[in-house]
Every structure is written in C-alpha cells, then in structure tokens.
C-alpha cells in the first residue's frame, strides 16, 4: 500500500474527489470537511488529506482516504484493514501528535492498531456511533405540533446554542471553539432552526447543506426539563418536508450508541441504520 499526504485540497479533490462522492453515505464528513475547506480562517491549521493507493489494484489505485485537521481526531473513510493499517504506520512516523482517529469500525480499529505500534503509545477504545439514513420519502405522522412555533436561529444567540451544542454532544471532544464556529456557518445560512415557545427558545436542529446529495442533522437539542414534549419532532419534520420539496437527498443522522431516545425518533421518520462509527482515542 502507499499513502501519499498533502496540504494541497484541489490536488486532493482532483484526485479522489470523485471516488470519495462515490459513496456520499460513507464519506459524509470527509464530503462535508472538502466543500467547508474554503471557508476555512487563514489563522486556522490547515488539514492534511491523505489518500492510500494499492498499486496492484490497476486503473482505480485509491483504497481509502483520510483528512486530519489539528486538534481534531483523523477522520476515515472506508478502506480495506491493510490500508488503514498502512495509513495508521506512515502518519504515527509523522511530525503530528494525533489524538486519535474516527471511522468504519474494522479500519479505525486496524488504524489505531497500526499507529499505536508505530509509536509505542497506547490506544483506546472510544465512542461508537450509528448512522441512519433516509433515502426516500419520510413517514409521516398525525401528531399535534406542540405549542409555540419554528424560526431560524439568530445571531444574537450564538452562545446560548454553542452551549446547547456542546451538551448534545457530551463525550465527543468537541472543543467550544469548533462548536461556536459550526453553529456560527449553520446560524449564517439559514440551517440551525429553533422551536420557540412564548417568547423562549426551547429546542435546535441543524443540518449541513446537501454535499453530493447528502444531509447531515445535527445538533438536535430540547431543554432537558421539556423533554419529550414533542419540539424536536416537530423541527425534525418541518426540515424534512422542507427537503422534500426543495431536492432529492439522502438525510443522515449519527447518534451515540446509547441514545436510544434519539435513534427512536429518527427511526419513527423512516431512517434505517446504514453502518456505524468508531473512534479510538491516543495517549
């Protein structure tokens, strides 16, 4: 296997852009991290993509590729054991002291495997997440709407929904930093919806903008008091019926293994597990 890195995202996408859109469920985030590239602050670190070639695979070389963007873990898409193993060896020899890697189970596992030998220092075992999807039309429902109703999100509210982000995403390592600006960029275009309820906000969902075809929910949080009062189903469909008629997309959801009560909901609109997420952690 060879893996070739670069800081270079046109030669990147130039080069793998159209296999990583090959499979847009699988490669969301990596499709979503290439068209947000652009945007990105001149003060912020730049990301290293990097893809691995099998030489012996002919005319379609590239196996799996990977982006990894300081301080953040290295995201993964599918890819054969072997090559993510490779992968994980050539960037444990390299200059960047990772925290850790996040992708398809069996090739983060190989990955952190590979890194952790190459650098004698320990891996574990972290989260695991589920992805769902819808790929057709959503299961309607008869339920009331509860009281209040939906609006876009403000500007004014950026630290109140920084804070709310960060809680949905408890145990992930998101940093406030990464949390404010994604909810900044979603707030900005119109993507982060609230449900208000006499005069307060008590419930958020957000979405990427369609990537290949592809959307991506999150984050969804309702003010724990109010749970289950039916405000994040009630956002949950009006974004849905929104993308209905707007265009044809795969909507995905990626929720922790343990939330049960999130999964349920998504799973009641017609989402169906389509693969899950593992992320290992780096000493």
Not at 34 to 51: H, Q
Not at 80 to 94: C, D, F, I, M, Y
Not at 160 to 169: I, K, P, Q, S
Not at 243 to 260: D, H, P, Y
Request: charged share 20%; with cysteine; aromatic share 6%.
């Amino acid at each position: 296997m060879l893996v070739k890195t670069t800081r270079n995202t046109e030669e990147f996408i130039s080069e793998t852009g159209g296999w990583i859109a090959g499979n847009p469920v699988e490669n969301s985030i990596l499709l979503t991290m290439l068209a947000g590239a652009k945007f990105r602050p001149p003060t912020a670190p730049p990301i290293n993509w990097s893809r691995v070639e099998d030489p012996a695979s002919g005319s379609a070389p590239v196996v799996g590729v990977a982006a990894f963007a300081p301080p953040h873990l290295v995201v993964l898409s599918g890819m054969p054991e072997a090559a993510a193993a490779a992968l994980g060896t050539e960037l444990g020899a390299g200059p960047d002291r990772l925290p850790g890697v996040i992708g398809p189970g069996a090739a983060a596992a190989a990955f952190a495997a590979a890194w952790s030998e190459a650098t004698g220092r320990p891996a574990h075992a972290g989260r695991r997440e589920q992805v769902l999807s819808l790929a057709g039309p959503a299961v309607t429902s008869d339920r009331p709407a509860p009281a209040g109703q939906s609006r876009a999100a403000l500007a004014e509210e950026l630290e109140l929904f920084t804070d709310w982000c960060l809680e949905a995403a408890h145990g992930a390592g998101l940093s406030r930093e990464t949390a404010r600006r994604s909810v900044q960029q979603q707030i900005s275009s119109g993507l982060l919806r609230v449900w208000e309820h006499e005069g307060d906000a008590v419930a958020i969902l957000g979405r990427t903008a369609s990537v290949a075809g592809v959307v991506r929910f999150n984050p969804m949080y309702v003010r724990p008091e109010i749970r289950r009062g039916g405000y994040g189903r009630a956002l949950l469909g009006e974004m849905l019926a929104e993308l209905a008629v707007r265009e044809t997309v795969i909507c995905l959801a990626v929720t922790g293994e343990g939330n049960s009560a999130i999964r349920s909901l998504f799973e009641s609109f017609g989402f169906r597990p389509a693969g899950s997420l593992s992320e290992f952690r780096f000493d």
